[in-house]
């Protein structure tokens, strides 16, 4: 009988052994508890930033594994990655490019340098996230300010630099969000065309890159109101509908010669000539 008894309180004092062992945090595998930016964040900005990743745990200074996802996935490095003093957040120094995707593989099947002080390797995590702006198509040696810009108007809780423009439709002043989303360099051509009811408008038809850009800036703001600024003037701010990919009209209160010359002003500012038999059609 007292064997056994002994035989119960053995298995029962390894059982609580085992389970105190697998709630010990230091025998857990680390895991990604947060990222700066967040995964799938899409409006990171362009130029010199500071990517954070914090692990559940301590880890082992001086290791990590900053893996890229696909080819040239990753940005241009500023310096090597260090610890913050938490001995928790890794932090790499990076140059993102405008209207670009990243991604990183934080450990991987192949790599798994981001261990612990134990040297467990940490689970490994997926980080992609876009770049706001547009990429710079402008050639090398020569730049130049926009003058045809679309952006966003400002969110009553938006907190993004914004400035007021007044608005032709309402004649109020409207919050517009600065963030250039798409400027002239997207332009593949512009035309001018009168309605039946003589109102004028400039229709912009975008090159290929401009195309998918608008696209996914439209695909991305459904509700939003998008404000086209032409000159530092407020043409228009139409509600976004639905996607639109390869074009976009431009109406106000134009005459047909303020029509003319923001056409002209938007071919001239992209170096655009028309070829032989083409021309602007009224």
Known sequence: MKTKWFIIITAAL??????SRAQDMDSLTPVVVKTVPEAGTKNVPPGEYEIKVTFSKEMADGSWS????????????????????????????????????????????????????????AVPYLLVFHVSG??????????QKSRLQFRLVADANDTAPAEMLDDPGSKQP????????????????????????????????FNEAGARRFAEITGANIGKRLAVVFDGKLLSAPTIRTVIHDKAIITGNFTATEVAETIAKIINA????????EKIER
């Open 134 to 143: 547009t990429q710079d198509v402008t050639p090398v040696g020569k730049s």
């Open 174 to 205: 409207l919050r517009i969000c600065k963030e250039v989303l798409l400027d002239e360099t997207a332009v593949a051509n512009a035309s001018m065309t009168i309605s039946p009811d003589n109102k004028a408008s400039v229709t912009v038809d």
């Open 270 to 277: 992209q170096k655009l000539k028309p070829a032989i038999g």
């Open 66 to 121: 900053w893996s890229s996802s696909w080819k040239d996935s990753t940005p241009e490095s500023v310096g090597k990655p260090k610890y913050e003093t938490d001995h928790k957040t890794c932090v790499m120094k990076v140059r993102l490019e405008a209207g670009k995707t990243y991604g990183y593989w934080l450990n991987s099947e192949k790599f798994h340098n981001f261990k612990d002080t134990q040297g467990h390797p």
């Open 14 to 19: 390894f059982a609580l052994a085992q389970f």
